[in-house]
């Protein structure tokens, strides 16, 4: 089994910054892709970011272009959210994701492809 345990997360102004991080323990993998995904009261659960074993390949929902930018250092178990210019609609609780794969360059936009869930951190931005 693998353990995704979030921190990072709080509250926060509109306008502000914060940085998730996400560290994998437990069983371990040749590679492993790495994600994030959101879930705000009310709605469904959502994709924010996903980023490929080697580091090389990254995707971001369009709603977080240009604000938050998803990172791994993969000597620590660990992928990153950097989130900038926050907004009273990134309020939502944040999930870290692990996919084992083959493939060093895939990354994955669709929750069902992940094998693995962190509990989540929760994120409030106020206006």
């Known amino acids: 089994q693998v353990q995704l345990v979030e921190s990072g997360g709080g509250l926060v102004q509109a306008g502000g910054s914060l940085r998730l991080s996400c560290a994998a323990s437990?069983?371990?993998?040749?590679?492993?892709?790495m994600g994030w995904f959101r879930q705000a009261p009310g709605k469904e659960r959502e994709f924010v970011a996903a980023?490929?074993?080697?580091?090389?390949?990254?995707n971001l929902a369009d709603f977080v272009k240009g604000r938050f930018t998803i990172s791994r250092d993969n000597a620590k178990n660990s992928v990153y959210l950097q989130m900038n210019t926050l907004k009273p609609e990134d309020t939502a609780v944040y999930y870290c994701?692990?996919?084992?794969?083959?493939?060093?360059?895939?990354?994955?936009?669709?929750?069902?492809?992940?094998?693995?869930w962190g509990q989540g951190t929760q994120v409030t931005v106020s206006s």
């Open positions: 980023i490929s074993w080697s580091g090389g390949r990254t």
């Open positions: 994701t692990l996919k084992s794969t083959t493939n060093s360059g895939s990354y994955y936009i669709k929750a069902g492809s992940y094998d693995y």
């Open positions: 437990g069983r371990t993998f040749s590679s492993y892709a």
